[in-house]
Each structure stands twice: as C-alpha cells, then as structure tokens.
C-alpha cells in the first residue's frame, strides 16, 4: 500500500477506535450487559513479551468481567506505530498501548530522563526507580496528558547493529548513517558518538535498512531477531547496552472514565501485572535471540570497553531539561 493511502487508512481506524459499547448476553441473571470492546496496540510481532503480556491481560480481564471486557490487541503497528499509539491514548481514539518510552516523551517531556544513555547501573536497579517513588512521579506526569500508566515493562538493553563494519569503539560509528527513534536525546546520543542519526518511525526503519538509507539502527537482541535484522543487510551486532529501554502498559484516562467503576478497577488490577510479566519474558528470551542471530550469521561483537562509549555522551547530559529528575534517578542508585 503506498505511504499516504496507508495513513489515511491508519487515520480512520484510530479515529474509529475508542471504547465501544454493544449489549450481550448476560450469563446469569439473563439480562442484558453493556459490553467494552477496547483496542490495545503495540508495534511488535505477536510472540514479542509486549503482545504475549498484553494477551494474558487480556484473557484475564475477559475472564474476570465475565466477558463484559474484551480487549483485541492489535500487533505490529496494526493501528499506529508508537507515536501514533501515543496520540490516540491523549484523545481516546486509542483504549490501551504498549510503547518505549522514547516516543512518550514528545507528549510527556519529564520522561526525557529514562532514554538518557547509560543512566540505570542495572536491570533490578531501573526496576526499583521504576516501582518507586520516581516512577509514580512520572506517572503523574503522564495523566496529566491524559495517560494511565497501568506498569513498567521493558523493551531490553538496546544495541547497536549495521551493514558496514564491526563497532568496538565511538571512532567506528563515526559517520555512519544510524536510524534512531524520535526521542531528542537519542539524536544527541549518537550525534554525540559521531554517527548521522535519522529518527524515523519502527515503521519505516525496516525499509530504510532494506534499501540502505541508512546503516545502521539500534534495538534489543529480541527486536533484531524477530525482525530478520540479518536479513536487512545488518551484519553486525555490538553489545552497547546504550540505553535500558524502558516500556509502559498505558490506559487511555478517556478510555478510564467510560468504562463502569467495578471494570476500569480490573482493568487497572491486571493491567499492574503485565510490565512484570513482560519483564520476566524479555530476560526469558533474550538469550535465544542472541543465538538465533549468530545462528543466522550476524557477527556478534560481546566483548566491548563500554568507558570511551560512556564518555563520548557526556555532553548529552548537558542537554536535559529536567535535570533535578535526573540527579534524583542517579541519587536512588547510590
Ligand atoms: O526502535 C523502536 O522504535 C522501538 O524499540 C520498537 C522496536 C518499536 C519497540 O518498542
């Protein structure tokens, strides 16, 4: 489908979505119930974490109403890539959406903090941040925007692959035409590591590498294994780990107030499970990918001196607004 028809299609599909209402059956008192049909989207296949978590939410949302919920969870970008997703969440085109939180931050700017490169020490320390205090202001931050946050998940620690060379130091990158997402910090990042950053939509990122508008893209094992990555011309992968890619659950507040008080509140109970489910699945399948692309002849580089990476994006640092958020997140990991 060519590019603009595809987005008008796009456009009336979110613009048709929302929570929809239709009386069903009720099972035991034979009267009739309002039935919610929700639209939760996300830009990854249907065996991803995101979409499997997204499913059993899904399942057990329907089994707990008695099937006055129905969720269908659209993969794959099926109803918008991120940004899109984003969007809809703010006016309630979109019900639910999983997302990294790279494009969150055109819509909520505090979240500019989480995309910072090497910010979290680890996986478990990110959790905590996440779970706590710090986690529960940026969800604040969101419903402002009209976004519930149900819970944290995450896409993975994101790495670097391209078509040209092995990557083993800054001086590598340099020149190297990189696709990014559409997150500020990204963009200094890799101006910042000497590359030539696109950002560009998960969407139209696959094209770009099939046909060599750029070089270069960034993600975690999973993406780039469930995406044949090997198959669009990346040869290389180094393990950067640049960015903890940290993903949200997120409910539409429109979506929210429409549904009945005893729904939205199994909505919300199951949709604070997911991230951990989704967690639990990454850090499952991280390592199958990873022998999966080695397997399919992508050159891993495991072996990296991460300080000159580490260094050569300090002055990223320098760019962030919401610094005192910043220093609170390297504060909570002392
Ligand atoms: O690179 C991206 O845009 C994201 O990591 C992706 C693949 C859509 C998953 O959130």
Redesign the pocket.
């Known amino acids: 489908m060519e590019w603009k028809k595809k987005m008008t299609v796009m456009a009336a599909m979110l613009a048709g979505a929302g929570v929809m209402a239709g009386c069903g059956d009720e099972a035991a008192g034979g009267g009739e119930e309002e039935v919610y049909t929700l639209q939760a989207g996300h830009?990854?296949p249907v065996d991803h974490p995101y979409h499997i978590a997204f499913q059993e939410m899904a399942d057990d949302i329907e089994e707990r109403t008695d099937g006055r919920v129905i969720i269908e969870v659209f993969a794959n970008s099926e109803i918008g890539a991120?940004r899109e997703l984003i969007e809809g969440l703010t006016l309630g085109t979109v019900d639910l959406a999983v997302?990294?939180t790279a494009p969150i931050t055109s819509f909520v700017p505090e979240l500019e903090v989480l995309d910072v490169p090497f910010l979290f020490e680890s996986r478990d320390a990110a959790v905590e941040v996440l779970n706590g205090e710090i986690g529960d202001d940026l969800a604040a931050q969101m419903e402002e925007q009209g976004i519930i946050l149900l819970s944290w998940g995450e896409?993975g620690y994101r790495h670097v692959t391209n078509s040209v060379h092995p990557i083993e130091s800054p001086e590598d990158l340099e020149g190297l035409k990189i696709r990014t997402?559409e997150n500020e910090i990204h963009l200094a990042a890799f101006e910042a590591l000497g590359a030539q950053p696109t950002p560009m939509a998960?969407t139209e990122a696959l094209t770009a590498l099939q046909q060599g508008v750029v070089d270069a893209q960034e993600?975690p094992a999973i993406?780039a294994d469930q995406f044949n990555l090997y198959e669009a011309n990346q040869k290389f992968m180094t393990l950067t780990g640049h960015v903890y890619?940290v993903?949200a659950y997120l409910l539409s507040q429109q979506t929210y107030e429409e549904l009945p008080e005893d729904l939205r509140e199994i909505v919300v109970e199951e949709g604070m499970e997911a991230g951990e489910r989704q967690r639990e699945l990454i850090i499952e399948m991280e390592a199958e990918s990873l022998k999966n692309l080695k397997e399919q002849g992508m050159e891993i580089i495991e072996e990296v001196d991460i300080a000159p990476f580490q260094e050569a994006v300090q002055p990223v640092y320098d760019q962030i607004e919401h610094v005192e958020l910043l220093n609170r997140i390297k504060e909570a990991q002392q």
């Open positions: 830009s990854l991120e997302s990294s896409n997402q998960w993600n993406v890619s993903a």
